[in-house]
């Protein structure tokens, strides 16, 4: 129907397109530890968006308390005199912030999309993400003049596999299951395996305010997983989505 077909040209679009090209064009210019941090900011938004689009995930003062205290840990990560400046790493920093407000966008979306196959849900919002990305990379990136190494396209391919289409496929699942709340809580791994990761194989040392940053946001993000369990603010029933 057309309904869900303009679903999944949305999601498609702000949950695919969208946030890949952000943080893409972003870590040309930040670290990949730092982009993790950043993406931590994820389940903070949905629990806000979904206070605001769904009649079953209400804020509460646990849950309100938690996004604040991590809206701060972004701020003390950006420092607050750079979002003045706006220098290519500040602006880097506010797209990876803005792939992540696309995240959260995305799981109430897809909770909308329940009751449909996952693996057909997932297929159509590949498609209309290349259909947008490819005009886009043609006038932009001008591919024919490119030279990638191997370990490029092997890290291309395990990108849009891995982390874009299986991880797609289990993020309908688990929305359909428990909530776009419940899932935007597996986000607070993003930033420990990133950094970690960052470290082992980029030899990347986060800084001072970015580990404070870090445990400001995932100390948000307890406070709100609490508010969660609340009467208030009680993830849905297993089945229900």
Request: glycine content about 10%.
């Amino acid at each position: 129907g057309a309904r869900t077909w303009a679903l999944i040209i949305v999601t498609g679009l702000i949950g695919t397109a969208l946030p890949f090209t952000l943080i893409s064009w972003a870590e040309q210019h930040i670290d990949s530890g730092l982009a993790a941090i950043l993406m931590a900011v994820m389940p903070l938004v949905t629990y806000l968006l979904a206070h605001i689009f769904t009649a079953d995930e209400k804020l509460n003062a646990w849950k309100s308390a938690g996004i604040a205290l991590g809206m701060a840990g972004i701020v003390v990560l950006i420092g607050p005199d750079k979002l003045t400046t706006l220098g290519q790493d500040t602006v880097g920093q506010l797209a990876v912030a803005a792939a992540a407000l696309c995240y959260g966008i995305n799981a109430l979306l897809a909770r909308r999309l329940a009751g449909h196959p996952p693996l057909t849900l997932v297929a159509g919002f590949m498609l209309v993400s290349a259909v947008a990305t490819l005009p886009a990379s043609l006038l932009a990136d001008q591919p024919w003049t490119l030279a990638p190494t191997l370990s490029s396209v092997i890290a291309i391919g395990l990108l849009g596999l891995l982390q874009t289409a299986l991880g797609t496929v289990l993020m309908m699942v688990i929305v359909r299951r428990q909530g776009a709340s419940f899932f935007s809580q597996i986000n607070f791994l993003v930033p420990l395996f990133g950094v970690l990761s960052g470290f082992l194989f980029l030899a990347e040392l986060p800084s001072v305010d970015a580990l404070l940053a870090l445990t400001m946001i995932l100390a948000g993000i307890a406070l709100a997983r609490r508010g969660a369990a609340s009467p208030a603010g009680r993830p849905l029933p297993k089945g229900k989505g």
